[in-house]
């Protein structure tokens, strides 16, 4: 999805560059003009598409979150991905739309669009934080600990590691972060190493520890992104509301002009 963005900014950046980097009080002679300004049939087209995909994003994603719409077909976790994907490809092209000529009620409208990005950038980061079912529920903190095994014994009765090793690991997944190990991974590829451990063992164990430091880190923190992620609601959604007002606004108004795409 992200190489569909890239390549789609690309295009867009490339078809239209004469154009977007001509003086705003000189686009009106620009032999494209009546193609690429905001209320021409591409740029228009643009703007109508850019808005779908937005509205169609968070119509989607709520609808199956908050009201269990298609609850079987629909993995919120998947949906998560194609909802941030339809939000950023979405407000790109509507960056395109207004031809970055910004004033009046719509630059209100595109600033908190860019806010809404932005934070909903940082609120998947807090998201993938707190694990979560494959349904996308998400895990107590009971829940969590219980996806811990009992990594030192593991590795005692399966890869017959020595205590020395096995406390370097037990050091490395500790889930005290007030605790800093003065291990790393690194060190403990070195360790493995020097126990002429074999590679396709190696690569599995150190496989095992960087699945349970990556848990332990998630159980040490996940009462703190819970909270950030309460927080990052209170944040993100009146931006998304603010921009939906004034964009229907911004649509009547178009409307009531007389500008329509293709009709």
């Known amino acids: 999805m992200v190489i569909i963005v890239v390549v789609v900014t690309f295009y867009l950046s490339y078809t239209g560059y004469s154009y977007y980097q001509?003086?705003?009080e000189e686009?009106?002679?620009?032999?494209?003009?009546?193609?690429?300004?905001?209320?021409?049939?591409?740029?228009?087209?643009?703007?109508?598409?850019?808005t779908f995909f937005?509205?169609?994003?968070?119509?989607?994603?709520?609808?199956?979150?908050?009201?269990?719409f298609m609850v079987k077909q629909l993995r919120l976790k998947y949906l998560l991905e194609f909802h941030i994907f339809l939000c950023v490809l979405g407000p790109i092209l509507i960056l395109f739309h207004t031809a970055f000529k910004f004033g009046g009620i719509v630059s209100i409208a595109f600033w908190?669009?860019?806010?809404?990005?932005?934070?909903?950038v940082v609120g998947r980061y807090i998201y993938i934080q707190i694990p979560r079912t494959i349904e996308g529920r998400e895990l107590s903190l009971n829940e969590v600990k219980s996806l811990k095994t009992?990594?030192?014994?593991?590795?005692?009765?399966k890869f017959k590691l020595d205590n020395e090793t096995i406390q370097i690991v037990v050091s490395i997944t500790n889930e005290d972060s007030s605790k800093k190990s003065k291990f790393?991974?690194?060190?403990?590829?070195?360790e493995l190493q020097?126990?002429?451990?074999?590679?396709?063992?190696?690569?599995?164990i150190l496989k095992m520890v960087k699945k349970e430091k990556s848990l332990s880190g998630k159980i040490a923190r996940l009462q703190t992104m819970?909270?950030?992620?309460?927080?990052?609601?209170?944040?993100?959604?009146?931006?998304?509301?603010?921009?939906?007002?004034?964009?229907?606004?911004?649509i009547i108004v178009t409307l009531t002009l007389g500008y329509k795409w293709l009709f």
């Open 22 to 24: 001509t003086p705003l």
């Open 54 to 68: 937005i509205l169609f994003g968070v119509s989607i994603y709520i609808a199956r979150k908050r009201y269990n």
């Open 27 to 50: 686009r009106f002679y620009h032999p494209h003009y009546s193609w690429f300004k905001s209320s021409g049939i591409y740029g228009q087209g643009l703007g109508i598409f850019g």
């Open 112 to 120: 908190s669009m860019v806010a809404v990005v932005l934070s909903g």
């Open 150 to 157: 009992d990594l030192a014994t593991v590795l005692s009765e």
């Open 194 to 204: 020097k126990s002429n451990i074999p590679k396709s063992e190696c690569i599995a």
């Open 226 to 250: 819970q909270k950030l992620l309460k927080y990052w609601h209170v944040l993100h959604m009146p931006f998304a509301l603010i921009m939906l007002v004034i964009v229907v606004i911004h």
């Open 184 to 190: 790393t991974i690194a060190s403990l590829r070195k």
